[in-house]
């Protein structure tokens, strides 16, 4: 009878001893406790029932401790060693429901948790049998042993981080970071997608750099997609595995950083990638992407960062502003950064202008996100090919390369013998005579160079690079990339030799 009794009777006794008052413990209805545990509101469900018990069905993400009860009443006085012993000390200030088999052995328990020192809020969950009442389910999974303030050393890398003693209310700020930055960048990439974007463009100012370096910078990024799908099951060829293929972005690539804002030097360059590659003062800055920026956000997460601040573009999901304060006793260590003035940027015509602008020396920056460069090309194109026919050439001789499907099927270059646009002779690198058929491509002329560079702006090719030659017109150098999903479906012409004289 008196060991039955010594839970109950310890309490008022050891209350006085100790000099602790007891707090109010919360008794919880099957419902509360439902929304409670689904919710995030529970740092730790402890079940005080026996291993038997729990056998039969518990509660989802429960711990089992069923001896816990017993130990303190019996150590009390040494309360830390026990709790210690059952990885609870660091709980303590935490957020803690206890249940049993119908709400006794809870309302024990906690009792004596609240004179062991725990300060935190405290649940009566009441028990399985309330729960099972009110239509919830219970579980056989294993018992949670992880939660955050039952891992070892965990308080004190967690806590500088709270101004709550309770390493479970720090950890909550970081799990609604990670919520939060998921759902960012998820949107981010989900508006991508939508937009059938292929690029963007926006303002980057990094603060706290020293001396100015031209901030904000307009940073130009290429998205990177790759494409998923399901695998035919019906079939093992290589170019039909893929069933629905939808695309999903991979990353991206930054382009282009302009500076907009003051240089360190007078004489030193808006652009910012070639200056960092020169390296020169800039060597050691970094231009972020959105995508990078998600990064930085992460580590600053999976570091525990004392302070992290994030604003997020509620349309488009990237961060608008940043403050990452990594260790608050440390100085100069910190990440602040803005992203503004975000645009849509069509790669297509943005990659054909900077080709086109490097290929003929001319400044198009004023051109951006138009379509001037497809008809420029074209234009380009028209006025070439014009020269060539205005010539009126009988005969000539070229040497060139051909290759096509990412690979060099043919022993390149090809020596030609051209007279009235009609292949007299062609030759390989190796001095052979090549059998003229159509099928070896053999029979092309200049007039087929022309031809491929036009198929490529008719097709809407991702890039088409072209070189025209400043004598004759005919184009001396080709590159297009039909598609830049695809790989080795790329046509790249080099001419290495023309004469009217002949060959060399």
């Not at 690029?199 to 980057?204: A, D, E």
């Not at 060829?237 to 972005?249: E, F, K």
């Not at 990237?318 to 645009?343: L, R, V």
């Amino acid at each position: 009878m008196l060991r039955c009794l010594s839970l109950t009777l310890l309490f008022p006794v050891l209350a006085v001893l100790l000099g602790v008052s007891s707090a109010e413990i919360i008794d919880l209805t099957s419902q509360e406790f439902y929304e409670m545990a689904t919710t995030g509101q529970v740092d730790l469900m402890i079940d005080v029932r026996t291993q038997a018990e729990w056998n039969t069905g518990h509660i989802e993400n429960a711990t089992l401790m069923d001896a816990l009860a017993l130990q303190l009443a019996q150590n009390l006085r040494t309360a830390e060693d026990v709790l210690r012993n059952f990885s609870l000390w660091e709980c303590r200030f935490c957020r803690v429901v206890v249940y049993c088999r119908s709400g006794a052995r809870a309302s024990n328990a906690l009792q004596l948790l609240e004179l062991a020192g725990f300060e935190g809020p405290l649940y009566n969950g009441q028990g399985v049998s309330q729960w099972t009442a009110a239509g919830y389910e219970l579980v056989t999974t294993p018992s949670v042993e992880d939660r955050y303030c039952m891992v070892p050393n965990m308080e004190t890398a967690v806590l500088r981080q709270s101004s709550s003693r309770s390493v479970c209310r720090a950890m909550a700020i970081y799990e609604q970071h990670q919520r939060e930055v998921d759902a960012a960048r998820n949107l981010f990439l989900a508006q991508m997608q939508s937009h059938n974007a292929t690029g963007y463009s926006y303002l980057l100012h990094v603060y706290g750099n020293f001396p100015p370096v031209g901030y904000p910078w307009l940073v130009t990024v290429e998205l990177q997609e790759m494409m998923m799908g399901m695998k035919d099951p019906n079939t093992t060829a290589p170019m039909a595995m893929i069933v629905d293929p939808w695309y999903g972005i991979k990353g991206d690539t930054v382009l282009a950083a302009e500076a907009t804002g003051d240089l360190p030097t007078p004489n030193a360059s808006t652009d910012i990638l070639a200056e960092m590659e020169d390296g020169n003062n800039m060597g050691w800055l970094t231009v972020y992407s959105i995508l990078d920026l998600f990064d930085k956000i992460q580590d600053g997460i999976d570091r525990l960062a004392d302070d992290i601040q994030v604003v997020y573009n509620l349309e488009w999901g990237y961060p608008e502003d940043i403050s990452i304060d990594y260790d608050q006793q440390i100085a100069d260590e910190e990440f602040y950064a803005t992203a503004s003035n975000f645009t849509l940027v069509d790669m297509e015509w943005y990659t054909m202008e900077i080709h086109y602008e490097h290929n003929n020396d001319i400044d198009a920056t004023d051109t951006m996100g138009t379509s001037f460069f497809a008809a420029d090309i074209q234009s380009d194109l028209n006025d070439n090919k014009a020269q060539w026919e205005g010539l009126g050439l009988t005969e000539y001789f070229f040497e060139y390369t051909w290759i096509e499907g990412g690979g060099l099927l043919m022993e390149f270059p090809w020596s030609v013998h051209v007279r009235d646009e009609v292949v007299v002779e062609v030759t390989n690198a190796a001095g052979q005579d090549i059998t003229i058929t159509d099928q070896t491509g053999a029979l092309r002329t200049m007039v087929n160079l022309f031809d491929a560079v036009q198929d490529g702006l008719d097709r809407n090719a991702y890039m088409v690079d072209v070189k025209f030659d400043g004598t004759y017109g005919y184009p001396s150098d080709v590159w297009i990339d039909y598609d830049s999903q695809r790989a080795d479906e790329e046509l790249s012409v080099t001419v290495s030799y023309f004469s009217t004289e002949g060959l060399p």
